[in-house]
Every structure is written in C-alpha cells, then in structure tokens.
C-alpha cells in the first residue's frame, strides 16, 4: 500500500503568550528510529521546559502510534499533537513540539490549542513524498522463455536491475508490491508451471 511520508526533516514555530512552541517532523520507519529523533531533539535543546511528541509509523491499517506530554498536565498535548499527526493521513512521522516556558500559564485548554496550532503549522508546510512499497524478484527461467519474461517484466513496469547467464537465465527484476502476485501468475502461465518467482528482498521505497 503507498502512503505519504515526510520528505525530509522540517521544522515551524509559533509563539503563545510568549511561549515559544517549536515543531519538528521528521521520517520514522521504525519506533526506534523515532525515539532516536525524540531524544535527538532533546540533546539539541535541553533547556527547553517541554518536549512532547507524537508518531505514527507504518501506513493504511498497519501504524504503530505513540505519543507523550512530556511534563504538561495530562492529555493536554500529547493527545491532541496524535490527533492531528493522525489526521493528516501521513505514516512514518515522528512530530515533536519543544516549548519554551514564557512566563504565563496558558491552562489546559489554552494547552490544547496552542500544542493543536503547532502541530497543524508543521504540516501545513511539511514536504511529503510516497512511500511506494517495492520488492525484489528473482526469475529463472530457459533460455527460450527470455524475450516473453521480458516482455512480462515491461508490462508491469518492472526494472531489471541484473541478470546472470548460465545454463539458465537468472533476472532480479524490481517492481511494485502491489503488481507481485499479477506478475508471478503471468510467469507460472508463460511457462507452463515450471518458473515461480521468488522473493529476494522487500524494499519499502
């Protein structure tokens, strides 16, 4: 399934009541990827009284979701930053907003819009690409089945990244997750059941 992403690390900031409220996205393909980039942030600027986040790895009906309020009162800013991150549809994100105290006490509800303002800030403007899950496959097959696999490969768009001759022809082809099972079909048919391709490696963009 392709979902979008962020494109590159971003980052927005908003002022409340003289509170500073920094955002920064960045591209998590792994909860431990985000949790690197949290603690990253929080090395970057250690004096900052808050450092609540957000994320959501994976895409459609595979995500992994986290989140923090990091000191504030509960369910004042890690929530609502969720909410948002969910909202926009994205997966692979880790969104942290870093704020500096200004001197007044917003009270929850002004926590709520201010954490709920940053985050939409953020991803007003966060470049997005799509993460378009591809795989590797290898296809052996007779010399005689070449030129039609070939031609199998083009149809689905699919790129030969090499091949190997031997008493047999041996082609690692990349094409889309999503046109895996079309094509193998086509290839168990094309040689009459005596190639199946095989897997060799999961590439998620």
Known sequence: ??????????????????????????????????????????????????????????????????????????????????????????????????????????GTGGLVRAYTEAAQTALATLPTILKVPKVLLGVELPYTYYESAKRVIAQHNGVIESEEFSERVLIYVLLLQADQDMFAAQIVTLTAGQVTPIVLEERPL
């Open 1 to 106: 399934m392709a979902y979008a992403i962020p494109a590159h690390e971003h980052r927005t900031e908003i002022v409340v009541v003289n509170s500073r409220f920094i955002t920064t996205i960045e591209r998590a393909d792994s909860v431990e990827a985000a949790r690197a980039f949290i603690a990253r942030q929080r090395a970057a600027m250690p004096d900052a009284s808050h450092h609540v986040y957000a994320y959501r790895v994976g895409g459609g009906s595979s995500v992994i979701e986290g989140m923090s309020d990091d000191g504030e009162p509960s369910g004042t800013s890690g929530p609502p930053t969720l909410a948002v991150v969910r909202g926009s549809g994205l997966g692979d994100l880790v969104l942290v907003t870093t704020r500096y105290f200004g001197g007044t006490k917003l």
